[in-house]
């Protein structure tokens, strides 16, 4: 099985010595600039920044739709998504790494589904992360001897602003334990394509309302560069687990 890993704000490290890979456009435009190819583990897997490379598309700009077809058509069939989060809920602490297993979609104006008038398309999105892809990343993190919260509410908001304390407030009563504006349309999209797809959060700020201390986004920068070495240890572990499957 081909996999893919979708990368977020957060720079994977290894990803700087991956080869670069064409994605074509396809019918609803083009994916992610740079996207790139490199070995994890003895397997081959393509890395496509969400936010194009050098990165310059903010969240509600990504054309989730051509990304997730891209990948698709170049044989992919399993999709780590990465992304970086403000923390709700006491789980999420600044720096923790979660693999949500539920989400609240607040964003709009997005294209967001694959459905045309001529292809209909209700799918089954009461689990929006796949079981199995969740539960081997979690080993992975337990073998890598990382620490990594089992479960979560995403709360996808549409940004590119950061959200007021008011809505914070909101999302913290409608259950979300993280907030970030990635994770839709990207699980939902990756649902109808049939690619089997789970996040890895790592929580890089406290929420608007939450935080101590003033928006630090040098902080913000540390914080997500020591996360992404731990998810690149994270995500080493998980490929070396991957037995043919
Ligand atoms: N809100 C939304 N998205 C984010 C945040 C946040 O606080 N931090 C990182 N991505």
């Given at each position: 099985m081909t996999w893919a890993v979708i990368g977020g704000s957060?720079?994977?490290?290894?990803?700087?010595?991956?080869?670069?890979?064409?994605?074509?456009?396809?019918?609803?435009?083009?994916?992610?600039?740079?996207?790139?190819?490199?070995?994890?583990?003895?397997?081959?897997?393509?890395?496509?920044?969400?936010?194009?490379?050098?990165r310059h598309l903010a969240p509600h700009l990504v054309?989730?739709?051509?990304?997730?077809?891209?990948?698709?058509?170049?044989?992919?069939?399993g999709v780590v998504g990465l992304n970086t989060v403000g923390g709700i809920g006491p789980s999420a602490a600044t720096g923790a790494i979660l693999v949500?297993?539920?989400?609240?979609?607040?964003?709009?104006?997005?294209?967001?589904?694959?459905?045309?008038?001529?292809?209909?398309l209700h799918v089954d999105f009461a689990e929006p992360f796949d079981a199995a892809l969740r539960r081997r990343l979690l080993d992975a993190a337990a073998r890598a001897g990382l620490a990594a919260v089992d479960g979560g509410v995403y709360g996808a908001t549409q940004g590119p602003r950061f959200?007021?304390?008011?809505?914070i407030e909101r999302m913290a009563r409608d259950g979300c334990d993280l907030v970030g504006m990635t994770g839709m349309p990207e699980a939902a999209l990756a649902r109808e394509a049939e690619l089997d797809y789970a996040m890895v959060s790592?929580?890089?700020?406290?929420?608007?309302?939450?935080?101590?201390?003033?928006?630090d986004m040098a902080a913000i920068q540390a914080t997500a560069a020591d996360g992404m070495a731990r998810i690149e240890r994270l995500l080493l572990a998980f490929f070396e687990g991957l037995d043919g499957g």
């Open positions: 957060g720079a994977l490290p290894m990803a700087a010595a991956f080869a670069p890979a064409e994605l074509p456009p396809n019918r609803f435009g083009e994916p992610a600039a740079g996207a790139c190819r490199g070995v994890i583990a003895g397997r081959d897997v393509l890395y496509l920044p969400r936010h194009g490379r050098p054309n989730y739709r051509a990304n997730l077809e891209a990948l698709r058509a170049a044989g992919v069939r949500p297993d539920q989400l609240i979609d607040y964003t709009w104006g997005r294209e967001h589904t694959f459905a045309e008038p001529d292809r209909l959200e007021t304390a008011a809505e790592l929580v890089v700020n406290p929420a608007a309302g939450r935080a101590e201390n003033p928006f």
